[in-house]
C-alpha cells in the first residue's frame, strides 16, 4: 500500500467535497454501465444534419423534467414544495393545443405564440393561487397545492373536452420535437431557462434571499426580508417553469392530453431536486445540481431499457434510489449505521451532525462568567 | 417547619457538556410539604439541575436520593415512575383531547381493552374536585385559557402515581417557570393549588423570574451561581437585596483598560420616544426617551422584561398599546421592516433561532440586512459587497477572517461579531444589543464593550442588555430598571450609581 | 383524599362552565362532520328534486354509493388513520393496483385459492405499510417522501408482475362479485358490507381503545405525547401498517368491483382518498377529525359521481373539478377554525 501524497489527498478532498461530486459521480456511473451493453453510448452521428445519439436523446427526453426540476428547486429552498406541476403541465398543453387548434392556420406565427401566451399565463395563475394560500394563508405547502393538483387535471380534461387534441403546427413542434443547429430545439429552451435562472438567483439577491428564508425564517422575519412577496414569486416562477415543460411535451407529440400530459412529474422532479443535494427542509440550494439530478433519473431509464432490464421495473428502481438518497441524508440513519465515521464521502455530510448538538447545548447552558 | 427527613437530597451533582463545567457538585434538598424556589441568573446552573433531576441529562457525578433510597433517573419516563412530576412552562398536553384525556391518556381506565370513559370522566372529575378547581373534564382542554391548561398539566401530574396504585404518588412536583405568562388572577389560582398539594405533603420546586411571587408562596429556598451552590435559607431570612446579591455576586472585573473610559456627558438630541408602549404577558405599558449617541443599559433579572422591552423597540413583537416616534415622526413598529426602515437593527439574544441563517456563509450573513432593505433586484455590487464584508471581518476581528466560512461552524464570540457586522454596515441610528456577551469568551466580550463606547462616541445610540450589572454601569449613559415585567425606574449614571444602588433599585421596584 | 367540598374560587371567565356558548360551537370538533353532512343531505335533496323521474329516488340509489365506492371508503379509513396521527400516505393508489395485480396474477396464473391469497395480500399491504412506518419514525424522513417511494415501488411492482391487465374468470370472485346481501329496501353487495364493518371497527379503535387515543394524541401534539410517556413509535409505525392493511383491503374489494388485475387501476386513489379524509372535517395536520366524517366525505364523493351521471351532459372531469374545489373549500374552512384557536 503506497500512501498518496498530500497534494493528491487535498485535491481529492477537495473535490469529492464540492457539492456537485456525489450526483455527477452517480450520473457518470450510470452512464458508464451502459458501455458493456451498447459499446457505441457515447458516440453521437450526424444524420440529415441532425446530432444523433444516446446522450442527445438524454437530454433530449429529460427536457421537461429539468425544467420542472429547476423552478421546484426554488420552492423548495424556501421549505416548501409544490405538489401541482403536473396538474399545471397538462393545464398548459390543453389550453396552447386548443387555442391552435382552433386557428384555421395552424401554422401562423402570430396564433402560435398567442396560443403559447395564454398557456403560460393560465401557468403562472395557478402559481400565484398556490403562493398566496402558502405566503398568505399560511396553509402548508402540500397541502396548499394539492387542491390544484386534485382540481387541475379535470380543468385540463374540462379544457381538451376530454379527447385527445391533436394539432399540426410546424412552429409549435419546433419547441419540443424540432431541430435548430443540429441540435434538438428543446435543449436551447432548456439551457436558456437554466441560465436565467442561475442569473435570476446568482446575479440578483433573490438566491440569498430565498436560502435565507428557507434556512431560518424567524431570523429571516427580523432582518426584515419580505418573505411572502419572495414565496409567491417562487410559486409563480415554478408554475412557469412547468408550463413551459407542459408546451414541450405537448409540442413533441403534437397533442394535449389533459389525462397523462406530465403525470408523475413532480414527484421525479421532487427526487431530481434531493438527487440534486437541495435540502427538502429548505436553505442552501444549487440549479446545477438539480440539472444533474434529473438527468440521472432520465438516465436510469435510458439505461434500464439499454441493458435489457424489462422498462417496466424501472419505477422499482426508482423507488430504490428515493429511499437509498433519502436514507443517506438522514442523520439518524447515518449515525445508526455508520456510526460516528461516515464512509469516505459521507463524512463531510455527516460531520455538522455530531457536532450540532454540542454546540447546540452550549447556549441552553446559558454560560456567562 | 421542615421534617427531618429530606424527601429528595441531592449530593454533590456535577454535570458537563464539552468544555463546560454547568454544575460543579451542587448539593440541593428538597423536603416534604415544601415549596422551594430554585433562583439563580443566566448560567447559574438552575435548567441543568432540573433536567438532571427529571432524568432529561444524565449526571456526571454525585447521588440522588429519593426517600432515603438511592435513585438512578435515567428518563423523564423513569423520573416518574419515581414520583417526580414535571410542568413546565409551555404546557405539554395535546389540546386538542378532552380535559379528563389530558390527565388520563396512556393509562386510561379499561375493561377488556375497552376503554371506560363514564369511569374515566368520573374519576377525572372527583380528582379535578379533590383538588378544588373547578374545570369541565369534558371539554376540550384548547377551550381553556393556557393557565387552566397548566393546572390540568398539574392534575395529571398528580395523579400519575393514583390509577396504578402506587401509594403517594407524587412526591416531587417541579414546576419550571409556570407563571411567566398568567395574569394575576390566574397566578393566584396556581398559587392556590400549589398551597393544597403542599399541605397533602407533596415537595414542590418552583421556579419563576418574578421575585414577588417567590416572596409570596415559597417556604424555602436555594441559590445557584455559576454552577455552584451559594445558599439555602429560609424565605424569611433573607431579604430581596440579600437574594439579588447572592443572584448576581460580585462578579470580578477583568476587563481592566475600560474601567479608564469616560463617558462622554454630552449626548444629542432625542432620537426615539416611546409612548405607553406595551403588550400583554410581555411588558406593561413603558415611555423611553433614547438621545443620539446614548448608551441606555437595561437592568434586571433574567425574565424581567428586558427582552421583551427591545423586541418592542424593533417591532419583532406587536405592541397592544403605545406609540413610538423617531427622528419626529411616528413609526407603525407592526413588523421589523417598520424599524429597520427607521434605522433601528436588532441583535437577538437567540443567535442561532433568531440571529443567524447557519447554513449560509459569513459573508451572506453579514450582507443579510443590507440586501433585504435594498431588495432582490438591488444586488449589492460584488466589489463594494466584498470590500464592505472583508472591512467588518478585520474591524470586528472574525475568525477564521474567510467570507466563506459557513456561520454555523463559528464561535459563539465570532458569530456575535457577524451578527453585529451585519447590522453595522446598515447604519442604523439605533443599535439594540439583547446580552451579546452571553456565553462568549473574555477576550471577544471587551471588544465588543469596545465597539459599544465607539459607536456611541460617533453619535450611534445603543440599548445594551447585559445580565451582568457591572457591564451595564460601565457601558451606560442611563440605565433603564426593570423589575417583574416593568419598567420601574430610569437613572442617570454618575458618581452615585453603584451595583448596589441598581440592585435596591431592583429589590424594591422603586426608584429611590 | 379527604378534601372533597368543591370550592368554586376559579376567576370569572375562565372556566368552561362560563364560557360562551357561541365559542364553544365554532371551536367544537364535530362542526366540520355536521357541515359535511349538510352538505350531502343538500346534495341528496337537490338530486332528488332534479332527477326524481329518472329513478333517483330509488332508495338502491343511496345503496349503490356504498357499493360503488366501497373500496375508497375502506382506502379512506386507513388515511384517516395516519391523517390523525399528523402524517400522509401517498402509497394507498399503488398499493391497491398492486393488490388487484398481485392476486389476479396468483389466483389467474398460478392457481392458488381465492382463501390462500386474501391473507396473503392482505399481510403483504400489512407489511409494506410497517415498513414504511419503521423508516418514517426509525430515521426521521418525512412520511411524503418516504410513502412517495412506495408509491413508486408498489406501480413498479404491478408492472414487473405484469404490462398487460389480467381479467379474473375465477368461479369464486365472480360469484363473490355477484352477491348481494337484501336489506328489504335494497341490497347490497359484500364489498360494501365490508367496508361498513371495517368502518365500524376503524370507530371502535379510535374511540374506545388506548391506541385510538394515542392515535389522536401524537397528531395533536409530537412532542407532548413522547412527554407524557407515550409509545411515540410504536403508534406511528401501527398507523402505517393499518393503512397498508386498509390499502390492500381495498385493493381485493376494487379487484372484487372490476374483477381485473391491470397495473394501472387505482392510479392516484390515494389523491381521492386524501380529499375524502379532508371533505370529512379531518385536519390534515392531525389530531382533530373523525372516522364517521370520513364516510361522509366519501359519500360525498361518490354522489357527486352519481350526480354527474344521471345529468348526462355533464362529463367525468368535473368529479374532479368538484372534488378540487370542495377541498379547497375544506382547506380553507380549517385554516379559518385552526386561526381562531392560535388567537
Known amino acids: 500500500m503506497s500512501t ?54 438524454i437530454v433530449l427526453f429529460g427536457s421537461p423534467l429539468i425544467l420542472v426540476a429547476v423552478g421546484m428547486t426554488l420552492v423548495i429552498a424556501t421549505g416548501g414544495i409544490d405538489l401541482s406541476v403536473g396538474a399545471v403541465v397538462a393545464i398548459t398543453g390543453a389550453l396552447t393545443c386548443s387555442y391552435i387548434s382552433d386557428q384555421a392556420d395552424q401554422n401562423a406565427l402570430a396564433g402560435v405564440f398567442l396560443a403559447m401566451g395564454i398557456g403560460l399565463v393560465a401557468a403562472v395563475v395557478c402559481g400565484l393561487w398556490n403562493g398566496f394560500l402558502v405566503a398568505r394563508m399560511g396553509i402548508q405547502p402540500i397541502i396548499a397545492t394539492l387542491i390544484i393538483m386534485v382540481a387541475g387535471r379535470g380543468v385540463a380534461q374540462l379544457i381538451t373536452d376530454g379527447q385527445i387534441i391533436t394539432i399540426n403546427s410546424e412552429p409549435y413542434k419546433l419547441i419540443g420535437g424540432g431541430y435548430w443547429l443540429t441540435l434538438p430545439f428543446s435543449i436551447f429552451v432548456v439551457a436558456a431557462v437554466v441560465a436565467v435562472t442561475v442569473a435570476l438567483t446568482r446575479r440578483t439577491a433573490l438566491g440569498l434571499l430565498v436560502e435565507s428564508v428557507g434556512g431560518n425564517a424567524e431570523a429571516s422575519r427580523l432582518v426584515g426580508i419580505r418573505s411572502r412577496r419572495i414565496k409567491i414569486m417562487v410559486y ?134 | ?73 435515567g428518563s423523564p419516563l423513569q423520573a416518574q415512575q419515581a414520583g417526580i412530576s414535571t410542568v413546565y412552562q409551555e404546557v405539554n398536553l395535546c389540546p386538542n383531547l378532552s380535559v379528563a384525556e389530558n390527565i388520563f391518556i396512556g393509562r386510561e381506565p379499561t375493561r377488556g381493552g375497552r376503554i371506560q370513559w363514564k369511569r374515566m370522566r368520573k374519576e377525572a372529575a372527583e380528582l379535578v374536585d379533590r383538588l378544588g378547581l373547578d374545570i369541565d373534564v369534558t371539554a376540550p382542554l384548547s377551550s381553556y385559557p393556557l393557565a387552566v391548561q397548566q ?136 415611555d423611553l426617551e433614547i438621545k443620539k449617541g446614548e448608551v441606555i443599559g437595561l437592568a434586571g433579572l433574567l425574565g424581567s422584561g428586558r427582552t421583551e422591552l427591545a423586541r418592542l423597540l424593533f417591532g419583532a413583537d406587536q405592541p397592544d398599546s403605545g406609540k413610538v416616534t423617531i427622528g419626529g415622526k411616528q413609526v407603525s413598529m407592526s413588523a421589523p421592516n417598520d424599524a429597520i426602515g427607521a434605522g433601528v437593527a436588532f441583535c437577538s439574544e437567540n443567535r442561532k433561532t433568531e440571529g443567524l441563517v447557519p447554513d449560509l456563509t459569513v459573508r451572506e450573513n453579514i450582507i443579510l440586512a443590507l440586501q433585504a432593505a435594498r431588495g432582490w433586484t438591488r444586488p449589492i455590487p460584488a466589489a463594494q459587497r466584498d470590500e464592505l464584508v472583508a472591512k467588518y471581518i478585520k474591524a470586528l476581528d472574525i475568525r477564521p477572517a474567510n467570507p466563506e466560512a459557513r456561520v454555523g461552524q463559528l464561535s459563539g464570540g465570532n458569530q456575535q461579531k457577524v451578527l453585529l457586522a451585519r447590522w453595522l454596515i446598515t447604519q442604523p441610528q439605533l443599535l439594540i444589543l439583547d446580552e451579546p456577551t452571553r456565553g462568549i469568551d ?58 448596589s444602588k441598581i440592585l435596591e433599585t431592583i429589590a424594591s421596584g422603586e426608584h429611590q | 383524599m379527604s378534601a372533597t367540598t368543591k370550592t368554586p374560587t376559579v376567576p370569572e371567565g375562565r372556566t368552561a362552565s362560563q364560557a360562551s356558548a357561541v365559542t364553544r360551537l365554532l371551536g367544537d370538533r364535530r362542526l366540520p362532520v355536521l357541515v359535511t353532512a349538510a352538505l350531502f343531505l343538500a346534495m341528496y335533496i337537490t338530486g332528488l328534486s332534479r ?14 354509493l356504498f357499493i360503488d365506492n366501497g373500496y375508497l371508503l375502506v382506502a379512506a379509513v386507513g388515511a384517516t388513520f395516519v391523517i390523525l396521527s399528523g402524517g400522509i400516505d401517498l402509497s394507498v393508489g399503488s398499493l391497491i393496483g398492486f393488490t388487484t395485480m398481485f392476486t389476479a396474477w396468483l389466483v389467474e396464473r398460478q392457481g392458488l385459492p381465492l382463501l390462500l391469497v386474501i391473507p396473503l395480500a392482505l399481510a403483504v399491504g400489512a407489511f409494506g405499510g410497517f415498513l414504511m412506518g419503521y423508516v418514517i419514525h426509525n430515521f426521521e424522513i418525512q412520511p411524503f417522501i418516504v410513502t412517495l417511494a412506495g408509491l413508486f415501488l408498489f406501480r413498479g411492482l404491478c408492472l414487473v408482475i405484469s404490462k398487460e391487465s389480467i381479467s379474473i374468470s375465477d368461479s369464486t370472485v365472480s360469484s363473490m362479485a355477484q352477491t348481494r346481501v337484501s336489506l328489504g329496501l335494497g341490497e347490497l353487495s359484500i364489498g360494501a358490507i365490508v367496508a361498513l364493518v371495517v368502518l365500524a371497527a376503524a370507530f371502535y379503535i379510535l374511540h374506545y381503545t388506548r391506541f385510538g387515543r394515542r392515535v389522536y394524541a401524537v397528531g395533536g401534539n409530537e412532542q407532548s405525547a413522547l412527554l407524557m410517556g407515550l409509545p411515540l413509535g410504536g403508534t406511528k409505525i401501527a398507523v402505517y401498517t393499518m393503512s397498508g392493511f386498509c390499502s390492500a383491503l381495498a385493493g381485493l374489494l376494487f379487484m372484487l368491483y372490476i374483477q381485473s388485475g391491470d397495473p394501472l387501476h387505482a392510479v392516484g386513489m390515494e389523491l381521492d382518498a386524501i380529499a375524502a379524509v379532508v371533505i370529512g372535517g379531518t385536519l390534515l395536520t392531525g389530531g382533530s377529525g373523525y372516522v364517521l366524517g370520513t364516510l361522509f366525505g366519501v359519500l360525498v364523493l361518490g354522489l357527486i359521481k352519481s350526480i354527474i351521471q344521471f345529468e348526462g351532459t355533464l362529463s367525468s372531469w368535473w368529479t374532479k373539478i368538484a372534488t378540487g374545489v370542495l377541498l379547497c373549500a375544506f382547506i380553507l374552512i380549517q385554516r379559518a377554525m385552526t386561526a381562531r384557536k392560535q388567537t
Not at chain 1, 436510469?300 to 433519502?326: D, M, R, S
Not at chain 2, 398528580?158 to 417557570?177: A, P, Q
Open chain 2, 151 to 286: 393546572l390540568v398539566a398539574i392534575v395529571r401530574s398528580v395523579g400519575t402515581g393514583d390509577s396504578d396504585g402506587e401509594g403517594s404518588g407524587t412526591k416531587v412536583l417541579v414546576l419550571d417557570e409556570p407563571t411567566s405568562s398568567l395574569d394575576r388572577d390566574e397566578v393566584l389560582e396556581l398559587f392556590r393549588l400549589m398551597r393544597r398539594l403542599r399541605d397533602e405533603g407533596v415537595a414542590i420546586l418552583f421556579v419563576s423570574h418574578f421575585l414577588d411571587q417567590i416572596y409570596e408562596i415559597c417556604d424555602r429556598m436555594t441559590v445557584l451561581r455559576n454552577g455552584t451552590l451559594v445558599g439555602e435559607h429560609m424565605v424569611r431570612d433573607l431579604d430581596q437585596v440579600g437574594l439579588i446579591e447572592l443572584m448576581i455576586g460580585k462578579a470580578l472585573d477583568q476587563l481592566e483598560e475600560l474601567h479608564e473610559h469616560q463617558l462622554r456627558s454630552d449626548v444629542g438630541e432625542t432620537l426615539l420616544e416611546a409612548e405607553g408602549l406595551g403588550r400583554a404577558g410581555g411588558i406593561a405599558p413603558f
Open chain 3, 51 to 64: 332527477y326524481q323521474n329518472y329513478g333517483f329516488a330509488e332508495p338502491q340509489v343511496f345503496l349503490n
Open chain 1, 4 to 57: 498518496p501524497s498530500v497534494a493528491t489527498t487535498s485535491r481529492w478532498r477537495a473535490l469529492t467535497h464540492h457539492n456537485l461530486f456525489w450526483p455527477v459521480a452517480v450520473l457518470i456511473a450510470l452512464l458508464l454501465v451502459n458501455v458493456p451493453f451498447t459499446p457505441d453510448f457515447f458516440a453521437i452521428k450526424m444524420t440529415d444534419g441532425h446530432l444523433y445519439g444516446s446522450l442527445v436523446s
Open chain 2, 1 to 73: 417547619m421542615a421534617e427531618p427527613r429530606p424527601v429528595l437530597e441531592m449530593t454533590g451533582i456535577v454535570k458537563e457538556f464539552p468544555g463546560v463545567r454547568a454544575l460543579s457538585g451542587v448539593d440541593f434538598r428538597l423536603f416534604p410539604g415544601e415549596i422551594h424556589a430554585l433562583m439563580g441568573e443566566n448560567g447559574a446552573g438552575k435548567s441543568t439541575l432540573i433536567k438532571v433531576l427529571t432524568g432529561v441529562y444524565s449526571l456526571d457525578g454525585g447521588t440522588v436520593t429519593l426517600d432515603g433510597k438511592s435513585v438512578h433517573i
Open chain 1, 236 to 369: 409563480m416562477f415554478c408554475a412557469l417553469c412547468a408550463g413551459i415543460a407542459g408546451l414541450m411535451i405537448s409540442s413533441n407529440t403534437s397533442a394535449a392530453d389533459g389525462n397523462n400530459a406530465g403525470l408523475w412529474i413532480e414527484l421525479d422532479a421532487i427526487l431530481a431536486v434531493v438527487i440534486g443535494g437541495t435540502s427538502l427542509l429548505g436553505g442552501r440550494f444549487s440549479i446545477g445540481g438539480t440539472v444533474v439530478g434529473a438527468l440521472v433519473i432520465q438516465t436510469l431509464t435510458t439505461t434500464i431499457y439499454t441493458i435489457g432490464v424489462p422498462t417496466q421495473t424501472n419505477l422499482v428502481f426508482k423507488a430504490v434510489v428515493v429511499i437509498i438518497v433519502c436514507l443517506l441524508q438522514s442523520p439518524k440513519f447515518r449515525a445508526k449505521v455508520f456510526g460516528a465515521n461516515g464512509p469516505k464521502g459521507l463524512r463531510r455530510a455527516a460531520a455538522p451532525a455530531p457536532a450540532t448538538p454540542a454546540a447546540d447545548a452550549a447556549p441552553k447552558m446559558e454560560v456567562s462568567r
Open chain 2, 442 to 499: 473574555i477576550g471577544a466580550k471587551a471588544e465588543i464593550q469596545k465597539l459599544v463606547v465607539s459607536l456611541s462616541e460617533d453619535g450611534m445610540a445603543v440599548l445594551y442588555i447585559a445580565a451582568e450589572l457591572e457591564e451595564v454601569l460601565r457601558l451606560s449613559h442611563t440605565i433603564g430598571v426593570l423589575r417583574d415585567r416593568k419598567l420601574v425606574a430610569r437613572l442617570t449614571n454618575g458618581p452615585e450609581i453603584t451595583t
